[in-house]
């Protein structure tokens, strides 16, 4: 990139090093110091946004494996109750513990 200086010169920037460089010889440490410090709470305010995302994305993925293994635990359950449901005899003690158990899976999980 090309920069047209105030003075009327111009100069070449490849990289944001040499930005710094011009920086520091057109305004001096406390200017080049300065844009240092800002660049560096920048990169460290990016990180932390990255870190914290990747951390919140985890965390979704862990609680949708929860409900995955919830799922397919009910699942399992209900072709359970169908069975006995299809059976001669009800057998209804058998049922409610079916159906506690779900209930108790379900509270774990929220």
């Given amino acids: 990139m090309i920069v047209r ?3 009327g010169t111009q100069d070449m920037i490849f990289t944001p090093e040499h930005f710094n460089r011009l920086v520091l010889d057109k305004l001096g ?7 240092d410090g800002r660049i560096q709470e920048l990169q460290d ?4 946004t990255a870190a914290k995302i990747d951390t919140d994305m985890d965390s979704y993925e862990a609680s949708l494996d929860s409900y995955n293994a919830l799922c397919s635990d009910l699942l399992e359950s209900i072709s359970q109750l169908r069975d006995m449901l ?4 009800i057998q209804r003690r058998n ?3 079916i159906i506690n158990e779900m209930e108790r899976e379900i509270n774990n999980v929220y």
């Fill in 86 to 89: 299809s059976e001669k005899r």
């Fill in 29 to 35: 440490d406390d200017a080049g110091n300065y844009l």
């Fill in 95 to 97: 049922m409610e513990k």
């Fill in 45 to 48: 305010e990016a990180d932390y």
């Fill in 5 to 7: 200086l105030k003075d």
